[in-house]
């Protein structure tokens, strides 16, 4: 697969915005990486997740109880993968690399493997937004269809009601079937994989048994098996949902665009910035909850464009962004609240599935 070029402005707007950006942190000596806010909040995650964890194991709650913590479980995984994940794989966790690369690696723990994250995700999704054939983020399969270009079956007419059952799969799916699939086949959609190091392969795999030890194995002994299920399908269901809704409000909405690049040239008309502007969205920007626990990512314009700044700046470095676009004529895509996102989310499945 040979990923497209974008086209080189002789006026930069990511300059310009990078410019002042700078600026800021350098007048307010504000470092861009995370904070004390940042930490404390990533270990209120980890403590609780550890805690709930052992609670449903060891001291095992009545069936509501169970059903409750196993659901409060989900969103404590979703929690973790958004703020100290997201960031570490980023870079933009801590100032040191090896803090970065701990918490990176929360992701391996909770049974997904960082290395095909970081390619699937920060190398590819985040140089190639919404670009069919090469941002794997955009391909489900023949079961949905989101981008204009994917082929288009009867059944997809439905796709705007049984979506909520498909994002419920995505955890499980990933951490089971996906990243064994990109493993052996050494390829992201289209796009060859780095080749593995030898490091890399005993943690791919080192990982992969310690989740299956921890989250599979363990808790049948514990619970047996019926339990074990009931509550693992759960909480990987409401982890799948959670993932799935915050990075799909993000992209596939009926406001956003799935560019192609110009051929045989094989270039797109944009600016790699203004490609980020026409293919990602904000939501509920002023929700401090929402902002809290999904890790700044519904400031997602801010997030790709500069993955290497924690998210605990988005709120601040939003303004900047919001003036250099009004002043150039670039668009700026917001939904003011999680309804609103959502809505544009079913109503570009509804128009994918008739188009």
Same mark, same amino acid.
């Given at each position: 697969?040979?990923?497209?070029?974008?086209?080189?402005?002789?006026?930069?707007?990511?300059?310009?915005?990078?410019?002042?950006?700078?600026?800021?942190?350098?007048?307010?000596?504000?470092?861009?990486?995370?904070?004390?806010?940042?930490?404390?909040?990533?270990?209120?995650?980890?403590?609780?997740?550890?805690?709930?964890?052992?609670?449903?194991?060891?001291?095992?709650?009545?069936?509501?109880?169970?059903?409750?913590?196993?659901?409060?479980?989900?969103?404590?995984?979703?929690?973790?993968?958004?703020?100290?994940?997201?960031?570490?794989?980023?870079?933009?966790?801590?100032?040191?690399?090896?803090?970065?690369?701990?918490?990176? &690696? *929360?992701?391996?723990?909770?049974?997904?493997?960082?290395?095909?994250?970081?390619? =699937?995700?920060? %190398?590819?999704?985040? #140089? /190639?937004?919404?670009?069919?054939?090469?941002?794997?983020?955009?391909?489900?399969?023949?079961?949905?269809?989101?981008?204009?270009?994917?082929?288009?079956?009867?059944?997809?007419?439905?796709?705007?009601?049984?979506?909520?059952?498909?994002?419920?799969?995505?955890?499980?799916?990933?951490?089971?079937?996906?990243?064994?699939?990109?493993? &052996? *086949?050494?390829?992201?959609?289209?796009?060859?994989?780095?080749?593995?190091?030898? =490091?890399?392969? %005993?943690?791919?795999? #080192? /990982?992969?048994?310690?989740?299956?030890?921890?989250?599979?194995?363990?808790?049948?002994?514990?619970?047996?098996?019926?339990?074990?299920?009931?509550?693992?399908?759960?909480?990987?269901?409401?982890?799948?949902?959670?993932?799935?809704?915050?990075?799909?409000?993000?992209?596939?909405?009926?406001?956003?665009?799935?560019?192609?690049?110009?051929?045989?040239?094989?270039?797109?008309?944009?600016?790699?910035?203004?490609?980020?502007? =026409?293919?990602?969205?904000?939501?509920?920007?002023?929700?401090?909850?929402?902002?809290?626990?999904?890790?700044?990512?519904?400031?997602?314009?801010?997030?790709?464009?500069?993955?290497?700044?924690?998210?605990?700046?988005?709120?601040?470095?939003?303004?900047?962004?919001?003036?250099?676009?009004?002043?150039?004529?670039?668009?700026?895509?917001?939904?003011?609240?999680?309804?609103?996102?959502?809505?544009?989310?079913?109503?570009?499945?509804?128009?994918?599935?008739?188009?």
């Amino acid at each position: 697969m040979i990923t497209p070029k974008f086209h080189v402005p002789q006026v930069s707007i990511h300059s310009e915005m990078k410019k002042r950006i700078n600026d800021f942190f350098e007048t307010n000596k504000i470092s861009p990486t995370g904070n004390a806010h940042l930490y404390f909040k990533a270990g209120i995650l980890v403590a609780s997740y550890i805690a709930i964890y052992i609670h449903l194991l060891w001291f095992t709650p009545g069936v509501w109880a169970a059903i409750g913590e196993c659901l409060l479980l989900g969103l404590i995984t979703a929690g973790i993968g958004f703020n100290v994940m997201h960031d570490g794989a980023h870079g933009s966790f801590s100032k040191s690399s090896k803090l970065n690369t701990v918490a990176a &690696f *929360s992701i391996d723990v909770l049974g997904a493997s960082s290395f095909m994250w970081n390619t =699937k995700h920060n %190398i590819i999704h985040h #140089a /190639f937004t919404n670009i069919e054939g090469v941002d794997d983020d955009v391909e489900a399969g023949m079961l949905l269809r989101m981008a204009p270009k994917q082929k288009q079956y009867g059944f997809h007419k439905y796709q705007y009601i049984y979506f909520w059952a498909l994002y419920a799969l995505l955890y499980i799916v990933w951490i089971f079937y996906n990243d064994y699939k990109k493993y &052996f *086949s050494k390829k992201i959609g289209d796009v060859p994989l780095k080749k593995l190091k030898r =490091k890399d392969h %005993i943690l791919f795999w #080192a /990982f992969k048994a310690f989740h299956i030890v921890m989250f599979v194995a363990l808790p049948i002994y514990m619970l047996g098996f019926f339990w074990w299920i009931a509550g693992f399908a759960i909480y990987t269901a409401t982890t799948g949902v959670i993932l799935s809704l915050v990075f799909q409000l993000a992209h596939i909405l009926e406001e956003t665009s799935f560019p192609e690049a110009m051929q045989p040239s094989n270039r797109l008309e944009d600016e790699w910035a203004l490609h980020q502007l =026409k293919t990602t969205a904000n939501f509920a920007t002023k929700n401090k909850f929402v902002t809290w626990w999904v890790g700044g990512l519904n400031f997602q314009i801010e997030h790709h464009l500069f993955p290497r700044i924690s998210h605990v700046h988005y709120p601040q470095i939003n303004a900047i962004i919001r003036q250099v676009c009004q002043e150039m004529g670039a668009p700026y895509i917001e939904h003011p609240n999680l309804q609103s996102a959502i809505g544009s989310h079913i109503t570009h499945l509804k128009n994918m599935g008739v188009a």
